[in-house]
Structure formats: C-alpha cells, structure tokens
C-alpha cells in the first residue's frame, strides 16, 4: 500500500524554470510533511518541511504548498538551477509513536541550461 | 546541522559471510534511529526502528533474524547482514532523530553493499 502518493516520476526543466512536484496523501495521522533530496550514492537530506496547520512555507527558492483538505501537498522550486538535478522525495510523518517517516515514490529532477 | 556518519560507505561480500553496518550520531543524542534500504531508482524502504536499550521494532516483511540491529548507545546503531545474499545487495541508509525535540530525522550518506 502506496500511502504516500508522488508525481511525476520525472521532471525536465530548463534553467531559470519552476519545478512543480506533487505528492497526495491518505492517512489523516500524519503531521509532519518533509521534503528530502538526495544526489546519487549519497543520503536524503531534509529540504523543507511543513506541518498541516500551514497552507505554505517558503525558504529561499524553495515553496512547499499545502492544501489540508485535499491531502495534497506540493513543492514548488523557483528559478531552477542545474545544481538543482537530483532526485527529490517527498514524505509524513505519523504522530506519536516512533514517528515513522513514509516517503514517496521520488521524482527524478533535471535541470537543463 | 546535525551530522549523522556510516560506516563502511561500500563494502564488497562473498555470498554466506556477515556485514556489520555502522551509523552514529555524531553531534547529537538519538534515542531513536531508523533504518531504511533502497534499490537502484527506488524510494527509500523503511527497515526497522532502533531504540536505544531495547529491542528494535521490525516493519513487515523484513527478517529480524538476517537483519540484526543493535543500538548500544545514544550515538550508536549497528545493522548487522546475516550470511548475506547476493539479493540483498542494496544501499542501506540509516536515520537518527535529534533528541529530546525529535523534530527532524537526519540522514546518513548511505553504504552500498554488494554481495557476491
């Protein structure tokens, strides 16, 4: 069971560019929504997070957008840059308990110049 | 930020024999770690939850016996691979949260394990 929800799989964008990323989700103990990236042969490392009393966080280039309701949150990545090119995944955490984080499918970003 | 180190980062196996993995905390106490294993082009499996002083807590499907976790201290847990097998060949990365807020999981950069 998929309960963490990613899309698209793979994303092209040229430099300069937005780079939208989705991610749905189902179970309503969730309350802590992470972003990671992780480049080949390396960890996942915590990009921005949001919890779901937010509609929207924004660090630097970075914008994740919630939407409660729909269970659906996204991240939004400004003014893409090459560096960027790496494979980004969302996930939830469950409240309570050991907080066991569940990620997404990922979604592999490519930025071109 | 809080830095979270594994080791080895690769380690090369003959089919039968045993891997010990290491991930330690290094700049911060975690009562809690995780391990998570991750095929090529895939998301990150979740293992087991280490707890420091108890035992670690399984996910389905994953072998407790093959798949020894042993977390000895605040820094400190050890993913053992018992007499491993070429199909269990994988990037296997550990997790610490920062104790006591538990706010953010850190991650380690991962060791590669390739059995023969």
């Known amino acids: 069971q998929q309960q963490v929800k990613q899309s698209p799989q793979s994303l092209i964008v040229q430099k300069g560019g937005i780079s939208i990323i989705n991610c749905a989700y189902e179970n309503t103990a969730f309350d802590y929504f992470p972003w990671y990236q992780q480049f080949p042969g390396k960890g996942p490392a915590l990009l921005i997070a949001?919890?779901?009393?937010?509609s929207e966080k924004k660090e630097g280039r970075f914008t994740i957008s919630f939407n409660k309701s729909a269970k659906q949150f996204s991240l939004h990545i400004m003014d893409s840059q090459p560096g960027d090119s790496a494979t980004y995944f969302c996930a939830a955490r469950r409240s309570g308990g050991y907080q066991k984080v569940t990620f997404g499918t990922g979604t592999k970003l490519q930025v071109i110049p | 930020g809080a830095v979270v180190s594994q080791h080895p980062s690769r380690v090369i196996c003959k089919s039968g024999t045993s891997v010990k993995i290491e991930c330690r905390s290094l700049?911060?106490?975690?009562?809690?770690m995780f391990w998570y294993r991750q095929f090529p082009k895939k998301s990150l499996m979740l293992m087991a939850t280490?707890?420091?002083?108890?035992?670690?807590?399984?996910e389905q499907g994953v072998e407790k016996d093959k798949f020894l976790i042993n977390h000895a201290s605040l820094t400190l847990s050890t993913l053992t691979v018992t007499s491993a097998h070429p199909e269990d060949s994988s990037f296997y990365i550990c997790s610490a949260r920062d104790f006591p807020t538990g706010e953010t999981q850190y991650f380690g950069p991962g060791t590669r394990l390739l059995v023969l």
């Open positions: 949001i919890r779901p009393d937010v």
């Open positions: 280490s707890n420091e002083g108890s035992k670690a807590t399984y």
């Open positions: 700049d911060f106490q975690a009562t809690t």
